[in-house]
């Protein structure tokens, strides 16, 4: 709630009769001129200002944005709501369970800690596609679903039970940005405060970084770490940059024949050519109006592969008419128009925002694409798709390989064969160009599947074909053409070839219905593509195992085989272990690769197949025209469909209701868990902060060098059996088999602990020539596992700095990758510079940033980490007064000493008062203990 109106700007809005209160816009000159994206943001702090931590000058700031400054005003957003999925969310509950904890410890009512800001999870990260191709795939799927993660879901199940403003999608309901659109999102938020009914743009942030699907309908929201989500829950500010904003024109129409999916391809490769890490992108133009909402969706999903923080559509008619066919009743849906029109926030197609770069598309100049095999940015145009995929298997399975099994079928290409020629598809030019010479090689192997049917594997076999993943299952365009293009399939007599994983994973059961509406189930089940669960799968590794007799074929014959889902991401190694090159393409693309089977495959001039009078089908008879799609969509999509799905979607199926629940307001927490533990964040704390103390005597736990990523830090992959964590699973009972991921074990800290700093690649300057989470333990000169040496530390009761170099702890903004770094006994972190978002989740627990004198680091200074460091003037903090600089004194062996001023790097009056708590948990737990 604002206390402080500088501009006056607080107004009334009528509609229909209701008066709601609104911070109007117009009245702050200067804000007229910005983008969409840019006036959300301004209306925010208008609604939020405080004078403290929120000032007129913030609001200036955004008044007189310069769009082609680089970015350096730094703002306090309040999202309006959070949405989670349940793998990054679970860490989020356990926080706030373990808050309810230290409330009754303080005297006060456990009752009182609940999200300030409405919370909701989507489980939808933890199905497999363990079962495929046969009807009762699903059923299968979900049961072994819930008898891996028993533990997680009792636990998620009591959260929604017990907290107010969270609720619980429970599993096999849908994916989280899917729900999102189609149910969540409210386009414009209303709460009461003071007794008025305030109106307001919804915003909001969620652990997953493909949360800017909802910019397709006007909300402004991105993904963040856990740390920056749990503050936003307790109604927490986020601190951000006032960004760059790209404008997107758009222009003309999809031709016939392409797709959304071919779009956002396009979109893709363009945004990620022209370098928009860090900023908005906005789309515009007369165009705008001619892209559908699921499209808009699509595109905005994809904001994570451009590399921008938000992609968005500004509101119009379209936006409406989503609203309305998705179950919103007309009172919103009028709020929502009058809000847009009276804020300047509806799109003019006629009018140009400032921007601070400019971009622009032609839609009819999209080509059907498919976009691999190891990056989303590398478009490649179907009709050039097998020269670029022949010349990208040189990369994968060598230039003239012989494999030594069915040689007399072996072939081989001269170097001016175009199949063997052309550019790597990984590389912005992907058409074909001659350039390896050599010939494509190939590996034909015996096959014999599980049913008997005899048939051969090559390098290029489609092994996977999954339609899955938020990007692409929300879009009724794309999934109608899917099942359109499976029916003209099966009527032609055709199938999937015998070693195709198959897979359906809609993003909600709005799908599922429509596609029963229109009749075409059979036609998808009869070439093998089952519902296999609502959830995000191939396009997050859950792909699930190959068949035994394929994978075993593919290892042992080193075969390079290829994936190709409807999703997002593609990166190496994600989708399956088995598959080394993956591709992204539309759904009715994924089938048609079903069929053909493989990638060295040319859809214009080789036939599918035959069939039954024996004449050959090529996938230009198989593809539905727009039109079909169109009328598809008008007959089987309605209103009621998503107010049916959606009236009870809180409420779960037998699994979920039945799950034995514990009670109370404080969870039962079972000591023998190996998932869900107690975190020692709150152990002993008082109802008021203790003082803040200079640090003395303390230890560096590891020197590191320039660009030491959150991914280096933060716990991520699989448990090693002789690692800290991995010691830690066997002496708990844990078979090495089930160990599982650090990610599926994010809600026990003692696993996550140990898997900080433990990155294989990460190199500590404090140990010569040695890879991976080591350290030197200086108090007996003997190298140690990180948390093994750090341990000895704290029993000794030495307190850690870590030294760093350039851009520490960029990449992902991984909440772990500062709560490890806390629970090891960090104190200090000292940088040469910080990427924003870890250096305030570095305060948010209680770790101080600091960084070298201006032009000065490490090796500058003459320090190798073996010193001991004393670090003065921290205690400013007590008076309220946030020091620029404290005073270090690094003590050698010798006993000579290094002295230095270090930059404190606490920006923001909220930053001070988090680190002078302890981090920002504490500091909302004694506020609502106060309140």
């Not at 709601?20 to 702050?28: G, M, T």
């Not at 373990?98 to 609940?114: F, H, S, Y």
């Not at 936006?319 to 009058?338: F, H, N, P, S």
């Not at 494509?440 to 049913?451: E, S």
Request: glycine share 10%; aromatic share 8%; hydrophobic share 40%.
């Amino acid at each position: 709630m604002s206390s402080v109106d500088t501009f006056g700007a607080r107004a009334a809005l009528d509609v229909a009769g209701t008066s709601y209160e609104i911070f109007r816009l117009d009245a702050v000159e200067g804000l007229d001129r910005l983008p969409y994206s840019l006036k959300i943001l301004a209306e925010n702090l208008l609604r939020t200002e405080d004078g403290v931590n929120v000032t007129a000058d913030h609001v200036r700031a955004l008044a007189t944005w310069d769009p082609a400054a680089e970015p350096s005003t730094e703002i306090q957003f309040t999202p309006a709501r959070v949405v989670m999925q349940d793998f990054t969310g679970v860490p989020c509950v356990v926080d706030l369970a373990t808050m309810r904890e230290a409330v009754a410890d303080l005297g006060g009512d456990p009752a009182k800690i609940n999200p300030l800001a409405p919370a909701e999870m989507v489980i939808d990260h933890s199905v497999v596609i363990d079962v495929f191709g046969r009807s009762d795939a699903f059923e299968r799927n979900v049961e072994i679903e819930y008898e891996r993660n028993h533990e997680r879901y009792q636990f998620l199940r009591w959260g929604q039970t017990a907290f107010d403003n969270f609720k619980v999608v429970p599993p096999g309901t849908g994916i989280v940005h899917q729900v999102n659109l189609e149910y969540l999102a409210r386009t414009v938020m209303t709460r009461e405060v003071d007794g008025a009914t305030q109106a307001y743009p919804d915003t909001c942030v969620g652990t997953d970084s493909h949360t800017t699907m909802v910019n397709g309908l006007g909300v402004l929201g991105w993904g963040v770490g856990g740390i920056e989500a749990e503050a936003a829950m307790l109604g927490q500010p986020v601190s951000m940059l006032i960004p760059k904003v790209v404008g997107f024109k758009l222009s003309g129409a999809i031709p016939p024949g392409a797709t959304a999916t071919d779009v956002v391809l396009t979109i893709t490769e363009l945004l990620r050519r022209h370098g928009v890490v860090g900023k908005f992108v906005e789309f515009y133009g007369q165009g705008v109006a001619q892209v559908p909402l699921a499209n808009r969706a699509t595109i905005g999903n994809m904001s994570p592969e451009f590399g921008s923080t938000a992609a968005i559509f500004p509101i119009d008619d379209v936006t409406l008419a989503y609203l309305r066919l998705t179950g919103r009743d007309e009172d919103q849906v009028a709020l929502v128009e009058a809000y847009a029109k009276a804020q300047g926030l509806w799109h003019d197609p006629s009018r140009e925002p400032v921007f601070s770069e400019y971009l622009e598309l032609d839609l009819a100049t999209v080509v059907p694409s498919i976009a691999g095999p190891k990056r989303p940015q590398d478009r490649v145009a179907l009709t050039e798709a097998k020269d670029a995929f022949s010349s990208a298997l040189l990369d994968y399975a060598g230039p003239q390989e012989t494999s030594g099994l069915d040689e007399s079928v072996e072939e081989t290409f001269p170097a001016s064969d175009p199949i063997a020629a052309g550019t790597h598809a990984d590389t912005d030019s992907a058409p074909a160009t001659p350039g390896h010479g050599g010939s494509r090689p190939h590996r034909h192997v015996p096959l014999t599947m599980a049913d008997g049917t005899q048939t051969q594997l090559d390098h290029g076999a489609v092994v996977i074909s999954s339609i899955t993943s938020c990007t692409n299952t929300s879009n009724p365009s794309v999934m109608l053409a899917a099942a359109l293009l499976a029916k003209k399939a099966v009527e032609r007599g055709l199938q999937v070839k015998p070693w195709v994983k198959t897979s359906m994973a809609p993003g909600s059961k709005v799908v599922t219905n429509y596609y029963e509406k229109a009749g075409l189930w059979p036609y998808l089940e009869a070439l093998g593509y089952h519902l296999v669960g609502y959830g995000c799968a191939t396009c997050i590794g859950n792909s699930g195992p190959l068949p035994e007799e394929v994978s075993a074929a593919v290892q042992d014959n080193d075969l390079a085989v290829v994936s190709v889902l409807s999703g997002n991401r593609n990166f190496e190694g994600r989708i399956n272990p088995d598959v080394k090159m993956n591709y992204l393409a539309s759904p009715p693309l994924v089938i048609a690769y079903g069929l053909a089977g493989t990638m060295d495959f040319d859809f214009a001039h080789e036939p599918l197949g035959q069939d039954a009078e024996g004449k050959d089908v090529f996938l230009t008879d198989i593809w539905p025209s727009p039109a079909e799609v169109q009328a598809t969509i008008d007959s089987s999509i309605d209103q009621e469909m998503f107010t049916r799905d959606y009236a009870d979607v809180f409420a779960g199926d037998e699994r979920w209701r039945a799950l034995d629940t514990p009670e109370g307001n404080t969870f039962a927490w079972d000591t023998e868990s190996t998932y869900v533990r107690k975190p020692p964040y709150f152990d002993g704390m008082s109802a008021e902060p203790t003082a803040v103390t200079d640090i003395s005597g303390a230890r560096v736990l590891a020197k590191l060098g320039d660009s030491v990523t959150t991914d280096h830090i933060s716990p991520a992959g699989s448990i090693k059996p002789d690692s800290p964590a991995g010691r830690y699973l066997a002496e708990h009972g844990v078979a090495r088999r089930d160990f599982n991921s650090y990610g599926s074990r994010r809600g026990n800290h003692e696993v996550m602990i140990r898997g900080t700093f433990a990155n294989i690649r990460l190199r500590n300057q404090l140990l010569d020539g040695v890879e991976g989470g080591y350290t030197k333990n200086l108090l007996t000169g003997e190298q140690e596992a990180i948390f093994d040496a750090a341990q000895a530390y704290a029993e000794a009761g030495v307190p850690l700095v870590v030294l760093g170099g350039k851009e520490y702890g960029s990449g992902s903004s991984r909440d772990w990758a500062a709560k490890g770094t806390s629970l090891l006994g960090v104190r200090a972190v000292i940088t040469e510079s910080f990427e924003r978002i870890h250096r305030s989740n570095l305060i948010g627990m209680g770790v101080l940033p600091l960084q070298y004198p201006a032009g000065q680091n490490a090796e500058s200074l003459g320090l190798d980490g073996t010193e001991t460091f004393d670090i003065s003037g921290v205690t400013a903090l007590n008076e309220g007064v946030t020091p620029s600089t404290v005073h270090v004194t690094a003590t050698k062996q010798d006993g000579s000493a290094v002295e230095f001023d270090a930059v404190v790097r606490i920006d923001t009056p909220g930053e001070a008062e988090y680190y002078r708590n302890g981090g920002i948990l504490q500091y909302v737990l004694r506020s609502l203990v106060k309140a």
